[in-house]
């Protein structure tokens, strides 16, 4: 067993979603419940998350802003940090399984658990090949309407008479992606904060309305400078201080619901494993995904008992090393008792690797430019899976 420097222990406990209660992909249903609209648009409201009623809500979302990271650095977001949670419990709301950008929002734009819409991770394999999907910047082969075949929320939404927009960078418009998850708003490109703060208000003016902004900034920095950095610090000011321009210009009846997709650590150099530096996890595995705190192994048949044996007596308590089967009964990719819809089951790997404490596992060979990351998210520990849901 590898004695890594930043591996957790039995005490280290992993943060399983909640979906259908209190997760990012139940915050739309929550907004719909708001809005007064009948279960059959968007199902029931969830249990966990209460929003005031309200005929306009705008959901920003700040990538990157976990729960635990704002309760560390209140001082440097007093406008996000005493805003009212919509849980009510405190440690906020949860990621979808793995808890990175593409799969959080894909989550929130369809309501449908990582499951059943199919985004699985950062990259997943495409069936039947030897090939991989990197889903934020997509595979022009690949039809984002045929991976993500289900009706979004924002089209259900607007089928009921929900003015819905988007108000997001103008590069992300055709992305795969956008029409994965978010297809059916009205698309608003703006780049700088300024347009994106006066598009929102624009949209928000009408009822019923609902107004989805994306701020990648504050993730775009942790990935570069890591959270511990006078940068990301710097950039956490920044977003709050934009967050309540943003309330500032809103129409007084529209409802300010702030979330993210994640949260991130920090991977020193002395907790990171690299595949390609050791012989032993490559032996069995055709194809490895996903990302560094949370990877996709696509085993050779037989290999799976071998792999999974392996993987575990190499990271030890540094991850949680689970065949695909037994992560789906904990209810990591839906609700425990649910499957993986036949689509999306080959795009899961037949073993997932969920690291612990600030361990992270690179493959220099075929990812080399994760590398160079200094803040990591995809696992399921509680600094990465619990995410803020505030009300203004």
């Given at each position: 067993m590898t004695d890594l420097p930043g591996a957790g222990g039995a005490a280290d406990e992993l943060v399983e979603p909640r979906y259908g209660d209190r997760t990012l992909g139940d915050v739309l249903p929550a907004v719909a419940a708001g809005l007064g609209l009948d279960p059959d648009v968007l199902g029931e409201a969830p249990a966990g998350l209460a929003l005031p009623p309200s005929t306009a809500y705008v959901v920003l979302l700040i990538d990157g802003l976990g729960a635990r990271l704002l309760e560390q650095h209140a001082h440097l977001a007093p406008y996000l940090s005493a805003l009212p949670d919509a849980t009510g419990t405190g440690p906020g709301a949860t990621a979808g399984v793995p808890s990175t950008t593409a799969t959080s929002l894909t989550s929130l734009g369809t309501a449908l658990t990582p499951g059943t819409h199919g985004v699985v991770g950062f990259t997943s394999r495409i069936p039947h090949t030897k090939r991989l999907l990197e889903a934020l910047r997509w595979d022009d082969a690949v039809d984002p309407r045929e991976w993500q075949p289900h009706p979004t929320a924002f089209e259900r939404l607007a089928e009921a008479g929900v003015t819905?927009?988007?108000?997001?960078?103008?590069?992300?418009?055709?992305?795969?992606?956008t029409v994965a998850g978010h297809r059916g708003a009205e698309w608003v490109g703006a780049d700088k904060t300024g347009e994106r703060i006066a598009a929102v208000a624009t949209a928000a003016a009408r009822t019923p309305s609902v107004t989805y902004c994306y701020d990648g900034d504050l993730d775009w920095v942790g990935h570069r400078h890591g959270v511990d950095s006078d940068a990301w610090r710097a950039q956490l000011v920044a977003c709050d201080a934009d967050a309540q321009r943003l309330r500032a210009a809103l129409p007084p009846r529209a409802t300010l619901v702030v979330v993210a997709d994640h949260g991130m650590i920090d991977a020193p150099q002395a907790s990171r494993v690299d595949v390609a530096a050791v012989p032993a996890l490559r032996e069995g595995v055709d194809l490895l995904a996903g990302e560094a705190r949370f990877r996709h192994l696509y085993v050779r048949q037989g290999a799976l008992d071998d792999v999974v044996t392996a993987w575990s007596a190499h990271l030890g308590d540094g991850a949680l090393v689970l065949p695909?089967?037994?992560?789906?009964?904990?209810?990591?990719?839906?609700?425990?008792?649910?499957?993986?819809?036949?689509?999306?089951?080959?795009?899961?790997?037949?073993?997932?690797?969920?690291?612990?404490?600030?361990?992270?596992?690179?493959?220099?060979?075929?990812?080399?430019?994760?590398?160079?990351?200094?803040?990591?998210?995809g696992s399921l520990t509680a600094t990465e899976m619990l995410i803020p849901v505030r009300v203004d």
């Open positions: 819905t927009t988007t108000v997001n960078q103008r590069a992300f418009r055709r992305s795969g992606l695909q089967e037994e992560a789906v009964a904990r209810g990591w990719f839906g609700p425990p008792g649910t499957s993986l819809d036949t689509d999306v089951s080959p795009r899961v790997g037949d073993v997932v690797v969920a690291c612990r404490g600030d361990v992270a596992v690179f493959d220099s060979d075929r990812f080399a430019y994760e590398t160079r990351l200094v803040g990591l998210h």
